[in-house]
């Protein structure tokens, strides 16, 4: 009879031969790597050291030579959409070494250039609690349409004034470029004028917005922007042409990716409440222009890499990797609470501050004050738009504490307010979550 090796055999040397290749992986290729990197560092060739360190660096993160000389080859390198992110990663990493130093100099140098070239903005005013959301340039010129539902008969120039907007967009950005369209459902702008809501005063005091924008998302896909404009103000009275278009150009910013607003009254994007029966009293006296900080900001905007867009792959090249410019994710989040609480004192009877408020609180892992925030966002809410965000937004807080019972009672009143895919994704989770836990 011929030997025959044993299956357990077989099986117990394939496993130490498999350790013995493991082993001198772990051990011997990131030296191996390293000296290669080096040498070509040396040379010059910055493009072979940093392939050479970056895979020294990924098998042994922890080891400070690679991390130093990583880092040394990737500024030798163009300022790529890839280069700034793998800096960016090593500036905001747990290790405090030289490797962490150039990079965060790095990242500051880049960040003051780029302001430096774009003038004043208030960039840290534009993301949402979702992240950093614009338009593909590719799918330029953006389709907007006018859909009047006011079961009223407005005024001509209320559409003028707002196809107007559109074009003090286009004409001062010098890039931006719209199209107008009569189908709703191949809008990327729809802009809808409604009847007042009912229910915004409190005996003599009424306390409203001429319009808003939301946003339609599914996962990181930007579906369409929805702008509301309402026919009459709550005495019954039509909006001057002023108040149209000094709207109609505020909710244009917001649908084009500014979802924040600005700290100074010279910009277009400024939230204002001087007046108890408006936000948008200034809007009044004039006719408002875009500000340099407005085209300054929406142009910076259009140059950074965004969390959500129309399209599913774009393409990075020039673009600047946004937390370069915005900071870490707590640097965004302490931005967006002070903005919360500076609306708030501005307008503290509106629905929105809270909700601002309470999604920092959440971003922040503050669930009690974001669960208070929100619930006083409800509270205050005087549409369908504010009651569902607040609902949604309690309904996801309660489910991330675990507390199922409430989660699914928050979602099924926002269910009812709106049907969107969001929340019907959000209580398939918290009925799969409320039947693990049985």
Not at 148 to 170: G, L
Not at 184 to 197: F, G, Q, T, V, Y
Not at 267 to 273: A, K
Request: charged share 20%; proline share 4%; glycine share 4%.
């Amino acid at each position: 009879m011929s030997p025959r090796v044993s299956p357990d055999r077989f099986i117990t040397v394939f496993i130490c031969s498999f350790a013995i290749i493991f082993a001198f992986i772990v051990k011997v290729m990131p030296t191996y790597f390293y000296a290669q990197g080096k040498k070509y560092l040396e040379k010059q060739d910055f493009v072979k050291a940093h392939s050479n360190l970056k895979s020294a660096y990924n098998l042994d993160k922890n080891n400070k030579d690679y991390r130093y000389y990583y880092v040394k080859s990737l500024l030798g390198l163009s300022p790529s959409f890839a280069v700034q992110k793998e800096v960016f990663e090593i500036a905001e990493s747990d290790l405090d070494d030289s490797a962490q130093n150039i990079a965060q100099e790095q990242v500051y140098s880049w960040r003051n250039n780029i302001f430096q070239n774009m003038g004043n903005n208030y960039i840290e005013q534009v993301p949402s609690d979702t992240g950093v959301i614009r338009w593909d340039v590719a799918s330029f010129p953006l389709k907007f349409m006018i859909l009047d539902q006011s079961e009223t008969v407005i005024p001509p120039y209320y559409v003028d004034e707002i196809k107007r907007a559109f074009s003090q967009w286009q004409a001062s950005t010098q890039f931006l470029t719209f199209s107008q369209i009569d189908t709703p459902n191949d809008a990327n702008i729809l802009i809808k004028i409604l009847p007042m809501p009912s229910d915004i005063c409190s005996g003599e005091q009424c306390q409203y917005v001429v319009g808003f924008t939301t946003p339609d998302l599914k996962g990181n896909i930007l579906k369409r922007m929805n702008i509301v404009i309402y026919a009459k103000d709550p005495m019954g009275n039509y909006f001057s042409d002023k108040e149209l278009f000094n709207t109609a150009l505020h909710e244009i910013g917001h649908s084009l990716g500014i979802m924040g607003h600005s700290y100074s009254s010279g910009d277009i994007m400024f939230m204002s409440s001087e007046n108890p029966n408006s936000i948008y009293s200034k809007y009044r006296s004039s006719f408002q222009y875009l500000s340099s900080k407005d085209i300054n900001t929406i142009k910076l905007l259009y140059k950074m890499y965004p969390t959500i867009c129309n399209s599913e792959k774009i393409d990075t090249k020039g673009l600047i990797y946004s937390p370069v410019v915005l900071g870490t994710a707590v640097e965004v989040s302490s931005r967006k609470l002070r903005e919360a609480q500076n609306y708030i004192k501005k307008a503290p009877d509106l629905a929105s501050g809270y909700i601002d408020l309470g999604i920092a609180y959440a971003e922040m892992n503050k669930p009690r004050e974001a669960v208070k925030a929100m619930q006083e966002g409800y509270k205050r809410a005087k549409n369908d738009t504010e009651r569902y965000f607040s609902l949604y937004n309690l309904a996801s807080l309660y489910f991330n504490s675990n507390n199922f019972k409430k989660a699914e009672e928050a979602a099924l009143m926002a269910q009812k307010i709106s049907q969107t895919e969001e929340i019907q994704e959000l209580i398939l989770k918290i009925n799969l979550k409320k039947n693990k836990s049985k």
